[in-house]
């Protein structure tokens, strides 16, 4: 099925650990986001790109790092995880002109401990 | 500066009694408006949207939105939940319309009660 695609669903790291969250997209769409859902807080925007090699920070950049270079994909890097990054993760993207919603992707359930 | 307001963060209803939730937003110009809703567990998925026109629209499962450009707000409404409705429920407004600028409210969580 066509649709955003993200992996993994559930990811528990160690304080100072990195990881990659992955998000491919199926839909051609040149905008892809990143989010983080915490409770009482709704979703807050992290990284976006509007194409392949560009990318902007959001709400709440600090701590994370992007790359577009396809439009599939659009992966999202923790560099040294925090206990503060235990979130939930959605990636999203949308095409055209933006006005039509987005397509989100499950879920990254990640806990650093 | 723009925002987006959902002013109900928690809501508890019996099976069968009508929904209205508020979402209110800050901003001047032209906006597309969404409803989504993020079952236990799963992802965010639409519900409903507005671009322009009539601005009550009708979504899936029964429900539907009604845009009032001189309050700017895009009020959820359905007229029997059911208990397979709880759920957490978020506005979104494209601002301005046609951009790739998204805001979000913080959710509304509904619990419908057998």
């Known amino acids: 099925n066509a649709g955003v695609t993200q992996t993994p669903k559930f990811q528990v790291l160690k304080t100072g650990q990195s990881m990659t969250l992955q998000c491919a997209q199926d839909m051609n769409h040149e905008y892809m986001s990143w989010y983080r859902q915490d409770p009482g807080m709704g979703l807050r925007l992290i990284h976006y790109s509007v194409g392949a090699g560009i990318t902007d920070q959001g709400e709440v950049p600090n701590g994370y790092n992007v790359s577009r270079s396809t439009t599939e994909d659009f992966p999202l890097r923790l560099l040294s995880a925090a206990p503060s990054q235990t979130s939930v993760y959605f990636c999203?993207?949308?095409?055209?002109?933006?006005?039509?919603?987005?397509?989100f992707g499950s879920g990254t359930r990640l806990t650093v401990v | 500066a723009q925002s987006v307001s959902q002013h109900n963060h928690h809501v508890i209803l019996s099976e069968a009694a009508s929904l209205e939730l508020g979402c209110n937003y800050s901003y001047g110009g032209t906006v597309n408006l969404f409803w989504y809703v993020q079952y236990p567990g799963q992802h965010l998925q639409l519900l409903l949207k507005y671009f322009s026109g009539d601005p009550l629209v009708k979504g899936i499962k029964g429900f539907e939105a009604e845009f009032i450009k001189s309050k700017f707000s895009f009020n959820l409404r359905k007229p029997s939940v059911q208990w397979s409705d709880t759920a957490e429920y978020f506005c979104?407004?494209?601002?301005?319309?046609?951009?790739?600028?998204?805001?979000f409210g913080t959710g509304t969580r509904l619990k419908v009660l057998a």
């Open positions: 999203a993207s949308t095409s055209g002109t933006g006005g039509h919603g987005y397509t």
């Open positions: 979104a407004v494209n601002l301005p319309s046609g951009t790739y600028k998204y805001i």
